[in-house]
């Protein structure tokens, strides 16, 4: 099993004496169960995993139930009263919060050291809660989208594979039969995350809308498309209030991104016409008519894969830091992302063509605004490689 630092983190908190809630957040299939089932095999104390993914629907008296069963276990197993309890999927539970939070307090009135592990699959709806009703007892993990470095680290693999694979380890030993690999990314990532994340949890009227945002952002990764333009292509799309409010859901989970035009002005920001990234690239390829060969030499196919692997890095990269992700436009020129931190402002232009020589998007840009510095990925600048492996704090 691949231990990443976030592993490695949370299994050093959790052999400490101090109680608290762990929660584990992020899109489907980056690891989060795997990551909680390898800290429950290091530790030998009592514990009990349940998950919630399941068609009967639950709700508190559910989380009640799981509790006190790790509670018995605990009073069994251990003179200490020390175990740990799972919940998976928590998110799916109505009013799971102030469940949690109640049976948290009674154990501490109790004397019963239970830590607690919390997964939820759609981060918003789980830090919601967390605000709401978990303030103090909590330390949350934000897990995304695998990087470079780790699926080579995990699986071996090149640059080439990342780009076309992307980053879900779950589907790292499928590469060998493309078919396979193709019905795990749509089956087991992008299905789940749209009915079980989003059509389950938020109330959307036109889902049959939802799904073919979604394909849109797919066809158009590393494009910016106005609205206006998604309303002709979307049957029955409304207006662009709808279409804006889906790309934030699919942001939440994890699957495509909207990203602002940068102006210096936080309202007319969004009111602009979005880039569109995913933000893994294999929901890009796997719905593609490209395969791993073909998708190298075609000159289009490949600049928006590339394209579409930076945005995306940038945007896992930049969560839970207050860095924002934005790209620019103006008079035909453009300026691929924009990396804004406080005052500070980064350029990034990413190259596929080694005859392109000249920046003409990033030299108007920085007769408009103050720019920090500036980066270009590709030939004559930074390698594509290089950059995967950049902390995106560090380019400021």
């Known amino acids: 099993m691949y231990k990443s630092q976030a592993y490695t983190d949370i299994l050093q908190r959790m052999k400490q004496p101090r109680r ?3 929660v584990l957040a992020g899109p489907r299939k980056v690891g989060k169960t795997t990551l909680a089932s390898g800290i429950l095999n290091e530790l030998a104390i009592p514990q009990h995993y349940a998950a919630s993914d399941e068609p009967a629907r639950k709700d508190r008296f559910w989380i009640e ?3 006190n069963t790790a509670r018995k276990k605990v009073h069994v197993g251990s003179a200490r009263w020390t175990g740990i309890l799972v919940l998976d999927e928590i998110q799916k539970i109505p009013s799971w919060a102030e469940t949690v939070r109640r049976l948290w307090d009674e154990d501490t009135a109790a004397g019963i050291l239970l830590h607690v592990i ?8 789980v ?3 967390l605000n709401e009703s978990l303030a103090g007892c909590f330390e949350l993990t934000r897990l995304t989208h695998w990087s470079y470095p780790e699926m080579q680290e995990a699986f071996g693999w090149s640059l080439e594979q990342y780009l076309y694979y992307g980053g879900y380890p779950g589907a790292g030993e499928l590469i060998d039969t493309p078919s396979r690999w193709s019905s795990y990314i749509v089956d087991s990532v992008t299905e789940p995350a749209i009915a079980k994340d989003i059509l389950l949890l938020t109330r959307v009227d036109k889902p049959a809308l939802l799904h073919g945002m979604f394909e849109l952002g797919c066809d158009y990764s590393g494009e910016t498309l106005s ?10 799309a409304g207006n662009t209030v709808t279409l804006a409010n889906y790309l934030r859901l699919f942001q939440g989970v994890g699957l495509l991104a909207g990203l602002p035009k940068y102006t210096g002005e936080q309202i007319r920001r969004r009111a602009s016409s979005p880039k569109l990234i995913v933000l ?7 719905v593609s008519y490209f395969d791993f060969d073909t998708a190298r030499w075609n000159p289009d ?8 692997a930076v945005g995306a890095y940038c945007v896992n990269a930049a969560i839970g830091s207050d860095i924002q992700v934005c790209y620019w436009a103006g008079q035909n020129r453009e300026v691929d992302f924009v990396l804004v931190k406080g005052s500070e402002i980064v350029a990034l232009e990413v190259r ?3 005859r392109k020589l000249t920046m003409p998007g990033t030299e108007k840009f920085r007769r408009e605004f103050p720019v920090t510095k500036e980066y270009v990925i590709g030939p004559q600048g930074i390698s594509l490689e290089e950059f995967l492996r950049t902390p995106l704090a560090s380019l400021f």
């Open 280 to 286: 893994n690239t294999a929901l890009m390829t796997a």
């Open 65 to 67: 139930k799981q509790w």
């Open 20 to 22: 608290f809630i762990q």
């Open 352 to 354: 596929s063509d080694r």
């Open 227 to 236: 609205y206006q333009k998604m309303i002709v292509q979307l049957p029955d």
């Open 127 to 129: 830090l919601r809660g």
């Open 118 to 125: 919390l997964i939820g699959s759609s981060p918003p709806a």
């Open 301 to 308: 196919f490949r600049g928006r894969l590339l394209e579409t």
